[in-house]
DNA sequence: GACTGATTGTTGGTATTCAAACTATCCTAG
DNA sequence: CTAGGATAGTTTGAATACCAACAATCAGTC
């Protein structure tokens, strides 16, 4: 079934036939947002797949290993996650040893997060894995306009 | 607490104050395109708030309107969706009676997707949401831009 | 025509997400 | 110093997602 293509033959699509018509979802950047950073994010859990860490816990753990002393309010705000998401990833990470939870005697409220050795190791290892990934969708963008589609979707994430 | 920021205050950020170190994650490509697809995503969300339809059914339901009689793994496929995930969303589709799901003759494993006038109805509808939606992202990303930032995701989502 | 392997869609299990409601604590007015 | 509203974090509930395992069906091969 995928011969006799016919139309579109010439185009090198990731399965090769996926010759659909999107309609106006062509042209629409929300649509492809979604596309691409599901498949980044795909390849990125593929590629640290045995260390139970997913993206959205890399992040967690570099923004921490960054900030110091955190909350888990502005956590939330860096990594674009509401606080109620964080509080079961924290906790798993808290019970791996990975971050400690301190509590903050000027609002007892809140609490100040940091990365423990063991985290801050496994953040380093990790890291190097991110780096390698983020490699390949340099290339793909294309080391001349990195800065530029960074900055663009930096300023869509405004919205 | 916001009063004497001293570092980096002249960036206005969205809320004001998130003036956080990112690290390597300041140069991820994933990291961005994260962020700013789930801005998107809530901004369409908040948009057709009433329609009980987010992103991933209008893109489900475009497409079979633009493919009538696709079947639910080139859906997925062209979706970037599982096919397990898309079983209970066209369960739901089909109970609001905006999709049909007709057995295929020739394969009886398989089903051909197409909508009912409702959903073209429907689809129309939101369509025009959707557009205006994608307007203000245009606006972000510059209508100069829009072709070249659209092919790069397209390259990003094939990975 | 029967066997083997691939494919379609469903089910079950687990993970992640947001939003809303809640508790504890803080801060400001008076 | 007390009352009010704001804020930090947790809990709960509904949605959405993947993956792995499964039944039904198809498509070759012999």
Redesign the interface.
């Known amino acids: 079934m995928a011969k006799s293509l016919g139309k579109a033959g010439r185009r090198r ?3 090769a036939e ?1 010759a ?6 062509a ?15 795909q ?2 859990a593929r590629r640290v797949r045995g260390y139970q860490m997913r ?2 816990r890399f ?1 967690v753990l ?2 921490i ?3 110091p002393g ?1 909350s888990q309010t ?1 956590l939330g ?2 990594a ?1 996650r509401d606080k109620s998401t964080l509080t079961p990833a924290l906790n798993d990470l808290v019970r791996r040893a990975l971050v400690k939870r301190r509590r903050v005697a000027s609002d007892r409220r809140s609490y100040a997060l940091s990365l423990t050795v063991k985290g801050k190791r496994l953040l380093d290892e990790l ?1 190097l894995h ?2 390698a ?2 490699r ?3 290339e ?3 080391l001349r ?2 800065a530029g ?2 900055r ?8």
Do not use: Y
Not at 20 to 25: D, K, Q, S, T
Not at 152 to 159: I, P
């Open positions: 699509e990731k399965n996926e659909l018509r999107l309609g106006p979802l042209d629409f950047i929300g649509f492809h947002l979604r596309l691409a950073q599901e498949a980044s994010f390849a990125f993206p959205g992040a570099a923004l290993g960054e900030n955190i502005a705000r860096a674009g890291t991110a780096r990934h983020d390949v969708l340099d793909i963008v294309g306009h990195k589609f960074i663009t979707l930096r300023r869509l994430a405004m919205v």
